[in-house]
């Protein structure tokens, strides 16, 4: 079954880093902007980070400018999010999907979901 694999999460303590890495089998991974996204319990998903295509531009959630940073590696179909200095804040469920075209802060149009990685920030 064609789908989004996020890994990498797990227990971080506050100022800690920790990388996630999503694959996505679902889309020609190549031609796809790629985007995080996270939800809190009891919160709404929101938009993280995304990275176009070609790797030429990264867009990023105001929280974590400076200490999140999203990548590619198209020759291995993969993308990741570099979390450093983390915060209590950023616990969450991380999910990425791919998105052809459009706004990618939103979560509307992206492709298929994965079952996302948890992220769980705490001393």
């Known amino acids: 079954q064609v789908q989004a694999v996020e890994s990498g999460g797990g227990l971080v303590q506050p100022g800690g880093s920790r990388r996630l890495s999503c694959t996505n089998s679902?889309?020609?991974?190549?031609?796809?902007?790629v985007g995080w996204f996270r939800q809190a319990p009891g919160k709404e998903r929101e938009f993280v980070a995304a990275?176009?295509?070609?790797?030429?531009?990264?867009y990023y959630l105001d929280s974590v400018k400076g200490r999140f940073t999203i990548s590619r590696d198209n020759t291995k179909s993969t993308a990741y999010l570099q979390m450093t200095n983390v915060k209590p804040d950023d616990t969450a469920i991380y999910y990425c999907s791919g998105k052809y075209a459009g706004n990618f802060y939103d979560a509307d149009g992206y492709n298929t979901w994965g079952r996302g990685t948890q992220v769980t920030v705490s001393s």
């Open positions: 679902a889309i020609i991974f190549s031609q796809y902007a």
């Open positions: 990275i176009n295509w070609d790797a030429d531009r990264e």
